[in-house]
């Protein structure tokens, strides 16, 4: 299973665009910041992730405002078929009325 869920706040994203076939898509920066316990131990997680909402969510996507924070939930994939680097894409997300970002 690839399936991803996390808090994160809209750090950047770009100008809503349209692929060949027609599809809207919009690509994007997501800061996440929290404390996980690991072996007992409290440890400080930090990430930046590249993200991409395409279809019907990116209108949704590209409403939000800058900096919100969201809970995300998606997959990974490679950025394109022979890259190594990953991006995550956005199925759903919702608003985080308490965050600590």
């Keep these: 299973m690839n ?3 996390f ?4 750090a950047e994203r770009d100008a809503l665009r349209y692929t060949p076939a ?3 898509i919009i690509n994007a920066v997501l800061q996440h910041r929290s404390q996980q316990m690991e072996a007992g131990i409290a440890r400080l997680s930090e990430f ?3 993200a ?3 279809g019907e969510i990116s209108g949704k996507f590209n409403a939000a405002p800058l900096g919100g924070v969201y809970q995300f ?10 890259s190594k680097s990953l991006v995550f894409h956005i199925i759903d997300f919702s608003a985080v009325t308490d965050s600590s970002i």
């Design 52 to 54: 991409v909402a395409a």
């Design 22 to 24: 027609g599809m809207p």
């Design 7 to 10: 808090t994160a706040l809209i």
């Design 73 to 82: 939930t998606g997959f990974l994939n490679k950025k394109t078929r022979n």
């Design 3 to 5: 399936q991803l869920q």
């Design 48 to 50: 930046e992730i590249a």
